[in-house]
Every structure is written in structure tokens, then in C-alpha cells.
């Protein structure tokens, strides 16, 4: 069985994330979203509610092949556990190849058995980082077609009184 990993910050999971897993979901198995626990990145969602809107999500696409999931720790570590041999991520644009071909070859050399699998963003997702949604969200501002539409409002009303 193939079994890939799609990790992240997911702060919050955006469409432009949603395109990745819809690529991943019909190439492996079994897809794991797993959202980063990242304290040090002071999150706005807290992990529990990162979770719960991405599994949200899966269960009313009814997409039986992927589970939702968070981590702490090493990425490869994470891997092992669940018995992931590839590792998800997305490309926006050449400014997230640095980072990407970075955490690529450190998490190789940490763990050989682990492949790193790309997938270009469709174009007219290019330009959207959670970050944005974040911001816009913030000032009240619109974030449809941004997030999923299932998570648009409740996505909408917390960052509005974050
Ligand atoms: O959505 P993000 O924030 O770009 O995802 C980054 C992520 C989660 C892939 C990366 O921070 C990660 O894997 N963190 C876990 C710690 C780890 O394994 N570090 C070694 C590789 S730098």
C-alpha cells in the first residue's frame, strides 16, 4: 500500500492546499494530512481546530483514502509511525523551490527510505499563502474562493475576533 504524508503549518488550509491533496488523494493509497504542532510558530488556529476543519472538509467530500492527523517532532519521525515512504508538498512558484529543495534534502538525509513528492500549484493559486488569508481575514476582508467553502465561514468569523 502506498502511503504518502501531506505536512504542514495548515494556518489555515487553504484551496491552493486543497488542489495538492486532490493530486496526492489519486496518486497514493492512503493520504495522512498531518498538521504541524508548531508552538514556536505561534499559530493562530490552535492545532485541535487546524484538525478539526480539515476533517470537516474530508468527511463531507467523503474522501475515504485520506485520514487527518498532527505531529510534533521530526517529520521523518512522523513518517515512520504511520508508514509513510513519501513525503506531499506543493510548489507555488520558484521562490518556494529554495525552501522546499532545503527541507527536501535534509529530511532525505535524515531518513533514506523517505521520497519527497512535488506538485505544482494550479496557476490561479499561485499567489495564495495562508499568511494571506490570515491578513484579509483579519480586516474583515472576503476569503472566499480561498479557503474550502465548507470552512469559509467558520475560517472567517475567527480571524475577524482573533
Ligand atoms: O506549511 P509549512 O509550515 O511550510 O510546513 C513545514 C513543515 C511542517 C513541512 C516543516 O516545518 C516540518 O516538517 N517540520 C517538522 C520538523 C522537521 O522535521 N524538521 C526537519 C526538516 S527542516
Known sequence: MKIGVYPGSFDPFTVGHHDVLMHAVSLFDQV???VL???AKNPVFSTQERVDLIRRMV???QLSSVKVTY???LLVDHCREIG????IRGLR??????????????NRHLSSEVHTVYFMASPEHSFLSSSSVR???AYGGSI??????????????RLRRQ
Open 59 to 61: 468527511e463531507e467530500e
Open 84 to 87: 509513510a515512504k513519501y513525503i
Open 32 to 34: 495522512y494530512v498531518s
Open 144 to 157: 472566499d474562493g480561498l479557503v474550502p467553502e465548507c470552512m469559509k465561514n467558520t475560517v472567517a468569523e
Open 71 to 73: 505531529f510534533d517532532g
Open 135 to 137: 491578513e484579509i481575514g
Open 93 to 106: 512558484a520558484v521562490t518556494d523551490f529554495e525552501y522546499e529543495f532545503q527541507i527536501g534534502a535534509i
Open 37 to 39: 504542532r508548531n508552538v
